[in-house]
């Protein structure tokens, strides 16, 4: 299994990035799928989460309003679009897939038992 996180880049504040995820060696379209983030020097983070159908989101407190996620029309892709980019959403940022099917869109990172290698994002001040 593989999630691929493409997107990523060097972005001014305030600028846009719409980072990708696509998943292989097995079908995601029943599964919870998320974007976790970890800047240099701390800990994993959670960004968001959609539910396997696209019908219920759930997004950080630090990135509510800012940052939409998305399902792709095979459902084994998720998108992250980020706006208003800041200097504190810099890090790698991880697509992850949840073990369980049918599963709520949760921040708990031990409901997501496949990850990616991430992308980096930096924004510059």
């Known amino acids: 299994v593989q999630l691929q996180a493409s997107g990523g880049g060097l972005v001014q504040a305030g600028g846009s990035l719409r980072l990708s995820c696509a998943a292989s060696?097995?079908?995601?379209?029943?599964?919870?799928m998320a974007w976790f983030r970890q800047a240099p020097g701390k800990e994993r983070e959670f960004v968001a989460a959609i539910t396997w159908n696209g019908g219920r989101t759930h997004y950080a407190d630090s990135v509510k309003g800012r940052f939409t996620i998305s399902r792709g029309n095979a459902a084994n892709t998720v998108y992250l679009q980020m706006s208003s980019l800041k200097p504190e959403d810099t890090a790698v940022y991880h697509c992850?897939?949840?073990?369980?099917?049918?599963?709520?869109?949760?921040?708990?990172?031990?409901?997501?038992?496949?990850w990616g290698q991430g992308t980096q994002v930096t924004v510059s001040s």
């Open positions: 060696g097995r079908t995601f379209n029943r599964h919870t």
């Open positions: 992850a897939g949840a073990g369980a099917q049918f599963t709520i869109p949760t921040d708990k990172s031990g409901a997501y038992h496949y």
